[in-house]
């Protein structure tokens, strides 16, 4: 049962994180449209982004969860330490798995394949992501108090 639980909470914070962070991307991307003098409507703007939550979001939500594995894990080793700061944990370990996917990516690929993480701030938005879906898990993971005389 406990398997189970871990596994649905980390697929959980790691399509949250896809949600948010395919929502951050687009809006980076239309902005990135804006400035160059496009016009970038509302619905537009709401029209891309159902597209990219149905396009791209799998995608980011894949790489979130690849990365939230070694990241979750040091973090559990970690909270073994230092209990009260469990969601503290979970969230950095979240940011630091986007970040570092980020990174990996960028290294590795011909062309960066996030167009928000161009900035720093992009790349900061998105690692904002990361956090929520650390703090997801954290929530939906945290340890069962032990039975009364167990």
């Known amino acids: ?6 596994t649905c909470a980390w697929l959980l914070a790691a399509g949250c994180t896809a949600i948010v962070g395919s929502i951050i ?7 990135a449209i804006a400035a160059l003098g ?12 159902l597209q990219d939550l149905a396009g791209f979001a799998p995608m980011l939500g894949a790489v979130a969860a690849a990365g939230f594995l070694p990241a979750f894990l040091a973090a559990a080793l970690l909270a073994r330490r230092w209990p009260r700061r469990r969601k503290l944990l979970f969230g950095l370990a979240g940011a630091t798995a986007v970040c570092a996917a980020i ?13 928000a993480t161009r900035s720093a701030w992009g790349t900061a938005a ?20 032990a039975a009364p005389g167990a």
Not at 1 to 6: A, C, D, G, S
Not at 25 to 31: G, S, V, Y
């Open 126 to 145: 998105l690692a904002v992501a990361g956090v929520l879906g650390g703090g997801v898990f954290a929530a939906l993971a945290r340890p069962r108090p």
């Open 1 to 6: 049962m406990k398997f189970l639980r871990l």
């Open 25 to 31: 991307q687009t809006q980076f991307n239309l902005a």
């Open 38 to 49: 496009a016009p970038v409507s509302l619905g537009v703007r709401v029209q891309t982004t």
């Open 103 to 115: 990174i990996i990516m960028n290294a590795v690929l011909p062309m960066t394949p996030i167009g």
